[in-house]
């Protein structure tokens, strides 16, 4: 596998009964950069970031990870990888401080990467902070979670996602249930983290994404209609066709 792919899927398809939801889907994200799945509602996008980051298994096809498959790893070996995801439904212990919350997600890290160290010798607390301060919460850590606004919920779920330093941060509809404002802050944070690391985003609304992404890959029916740069995508009859008079 080419160095600068670092998530390929190869004939994916995923049935649930004897209906396809996603079907024979074949494309590969680069590292570094910022990758949009769009589609109408119904066109397979959840589907596809589920069997993406574990949760489903494929019906036929496969999902590669820098070279390795993970199409057949249990859900709790995605985070060793370096992959990790934010959940459309919140992740968080609500009577936990913001802080807390973040705290904890770090040391279940380090637990794992030095078992045989004394925990409580370790301070994480910088660290967690420096999550907080990226997604936006800096002012909140003292806060129980349960007291963030939902746009604030969302980005603690980023912080937490982060503490494992994924290589890649899949995220589903991110903006989902948020008012205007909270949207564009999300957007912005998910700017800022691309700038980092690989991100692969969910995102029915098309507009919404096109400025920010380096590459789209349109889904429809459960198939892939197209995969390019955003001016691709825009110049392209057949994804017009599919949401006009649509978002
Ligand atoms: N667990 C499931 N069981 C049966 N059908 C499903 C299931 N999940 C999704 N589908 C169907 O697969 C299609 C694609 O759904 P989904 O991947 O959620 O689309 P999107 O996220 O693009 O809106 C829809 O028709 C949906 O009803
Ligand atoms: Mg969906």
């Given amino acids: ?24 889907v074949s494309v590969d994200f680069e590292r570094g950069r910022l990758t949009s799945i769009i589609g109408p509602n119904g066109a397979g996008k959840s589907t596809f970031f589920n069997v993406l980051s574990g949760s489903f298994a494929p019906s036929s096809g496969r999902v590669l990870f820098d070279g390795v498959e993970t199409s057949r790893l249990r859900q709790h070996a995605f985070s060793h990888i370096g992959v990790a995801k934010s959940f459309q439904i919140t992740n968080v212990f609500p009577s936990f401080s913001v802080l807390e919350n973040v705290r904890v997600a770090l040391q279940a890290r380090v637990a794992r990467l030095n078992f045989w160290r004394r925990r409580d010798t370790l301070d994480l607390e ?49 903006t989902a249930g948020m008012s205007p404002e909270e949207t564009r802050t999300m957007m912005d944070l998910i700017v800022r983290l691309a700038a980092q690391r690989t991100v692969v985003l969910v995102e029915h609304k098309m507009k919404m994404v096109m400025g920010i992404s380096d590459r789209i890959v349109v889904l429809h029916h459960g198939e892939l209609l197209a995969a390019g740069t955003p001016a691709d995508i825009r110049a392209n009859d057949e994804v017009r066709r599919v949401y006009l008079g649509r978002h």
């Fill in 126 to 174: 910088p660290r967690a902070r420096d999550l907080l301060q990226l997604v936006g919460l800096g002012q909140h850590a003292a806060r129980p979670a349960r007291e963030l606004a939902h746009g604030q919920q969302r980005a603690l779920e980023i912080a937490i996602a982060l503490a494992t330093d994924p290589k890649l941060l899949l995220m589903d509809e991110p």
């Fill in 1 to 24: 596998m080419a160095a600068d792919i670092i998530l390929r899927t190869e004939h994916l398809t995923r049935r649930f009964g004897k209906f396809t939801a996603l079907n024979d």
